[in-house]
C-alpha cells in the first residue's frame, strides 16, 4: 500500500537551513496570533535536536521576540529524555537556554516533562499535566502547533522503529534498548500529535533524504517507519525540507 502523505502534506523545499529556520519561525509568530485570537491561547508542542535550534534563536530575538504574546502561549516538549532538567541532553534545557529564558513567558506556561524521575512516573506525571489542558472529549490538548524532526531511520520524537503503532494513551514511557543503547524516555503518542491543529515537521541534511522519500513517497510500513504514524484526522501537516534533504522527492 502506497504512503498517501504527499497527497495531504504541504511540502516546501529550502536552499538551505538558514532559510527554512527562517520560514518555521514566521509560521510560528503567525499561528499563534491566529490561535490567540480564535481562542484565547497557543499551545505549541515543540522538539529537541540541532534542527530546531535556529529557530528557537530567532524568536528569542527582535523583531519576532515581540511578535508572539508570550504571556498566552503554552509551551509543551513531543519527548523528552530521562534526564535532570539541567543535563546538556534534556530537550527542556535547550529550548529553555535558546528561547524561553529570554522572553517573558510565565513559568507556570512552560510544561515541562519532568524527566529527573523514572520513564514510567514521568510519562504519568505528564499526562495528568496534559488533561489539564485537555479539549473534550480528549484527555489531551488539541495542540495549535506540534514541532517534529526525524531521524535517519524515520523515527519522530521517541517513536522508534518496531515500537507500538497504535498506544491507547497519550503518553508512553520509552524503555527498550535502541540502536544498542537504553533509551530512556517519555514520548506523546500518534493519539495527540495527530489530533493537532498543525504539525511541521523540520528535516536538513542530505542523511535525511532516503528516509524523506521513502516516508513520503513509498510503501506505507508504520511499524518500520514512525513518522508516517503522523496522520493528523482533522490537522495539517506541513513538511519544511532544505535541499539536502529534499533532493529525492
Known amino acids: 500500500m502506497k504512503a498517501d502523505i504527499r497527497m495531504k502534506a504541504d511540502i516546501r523545499i529550502f536552499k538551505d537551513s538558514s532559510s527554512l529556520s527562517q520560514a518555521a519561525t514566521e509560521m510560528f509568530v503567525k499561528m499563534a496570533e491566529q490561535a490567540i485570537h480564535a481562542r484565547g491561547r497557543f499551545l505549541a508542542a515543540i522538539s529537541g535536536g540541532g534542527t ?31 534526564v535532570t532538567p539541567d543535563d546538556e541532553g534534556s530537550n527542556y534545557h535547550q529550548a529553555m537556554d535558546a528561547l524561553l529564558s529570554h522572553v517573558p513567558i510565565p513559568d507556570e506556561n512552560i510544561q515541562r516533562v519532568k524527566g529527573e524521575l523514572e520513564p514510567t512516573e514521568a510519562s504519568k506525571s505528564y499526562a495528568r499535566a496534559l488533561k489539564d489542558f485537555a479539549s473534550p472529549p480528549l484527555d489531551w490538548p488539541r495542540f495549535d502547533l506540534v514541532l517534529l524532526g526525524m531521524g535517519a531511520d524515520g523515527h519522530t520524537a521517541s517513536l522508534f522503529p518496531g515500537s507500538e503503532v497504535e498506544p ?16 530512556n524516555r517519555v514520548t506523546l503518542t500518534p493519539l495527540v500529535f495527530n489530533s493537532a ?22 510503501e506505507l510500513h508504520p511499524r518500520e517507519l514512525p513518522a508516517q504514524r503522523i496522520r493528523p484526522t482533522d490537522g495539517k501537516v506541513t513538511w519544511l525540507a532544505d535541499e539536502a534533504a529534499g533532493r529525492k522527492l
Open 197 to 218: 491543529r498543525q504539525i511541521i515537521f523540520l528535516i536538513t541534511g542530505e542523511s535525511k533524504s532516503d528516509i524523506l522519500a521513502r516516508v513520503i513517497n513509498g
Open 52 to 82: 530546531p535550534a535556529e529557530l528557537y534563536r530567532l524568536l528569542a530575538k527582535k523583531p519576532y521576540r515581540v511578535q508572539v504574546d508570550w504571556a498566552n502561549t503554552f509551551v509543551f516538549w513531543g519527548d523528552e529524555r530521562c
Open 168 to 183: 491507547t494513551a497519550p503518553t508512553q514511557a520509552v524503555t527498550a534498548n535502541y540502536q544498542g543503547r537504553p533509551a
